[in-house]
Nanobody, 128 residues
Framework: QVHLVESGGGLVQAGGSLRLSCAAS????????MGWFRQAPGKARRFVAA????????YYRDDVKGRFTISRDNAKNTVYLQMNSLKPEDTAVYYC?????????????????????WGQGTQVTVSP
């Protein structure tokens, strides 16, 4: 099992930036794809971004492309989400997730079922 801890959330004005971090511990050798999901009040948890084990493949939901960047440092067992040009609609709790097995289909990166381990989440609030 992998233990994930997110940090870096907070309150920011529209147009501002935040950098989320997700530190992993435990069986980190079993981590493959890593993903970020978010859940706004009263809404379902939704995919935000994902990255392959090597970091060579990155995947984003359409409305964050060009604004968010996912990256990972395998030596530090950490994945990051750089969020620029934030909008009020980005307000949500952001969760980090880890997949315990190789991902062969691109579509799998986007689905929560692909991920077995989840962090507790970090709140991101963007004011108008």
């Amino acid at each position: 099992q992998v233990h994930l801890v997110e940090s870096g959330g907070g309150l920011v004005q529209a147009g501002g930036s935040l950098r989320l971090s997700c530190a992993a511990s435990g069986r980190t050798s079993s981590m493959y794809a890593m993903g970020w999901f978010r859940q706004a009040p009263g809404k379902a948890r939704r995919f935000v971004a994902a990255i392959s084990r090597s970091g060579g493949g990155t995947y984003y939901r359409d409305d964050v492309k060009g604004r968010f960047t996912i990256s990972r440092d395998n030596a530090k067992n950490t994945v990051y989400l750089q969020m620029n040009s934030l909008k009020p609609e980005d307000t949500a709790v952001y969760y980090c997730a880890a997949s315990p097995s190789p991902t062969y289909r691109e579509s799998s990166y986007y689905t929560s079922d692909n991920y077995a381990d989840w962090g507790q989440g970090t709140q991101v609030t963007v004011s108008p």
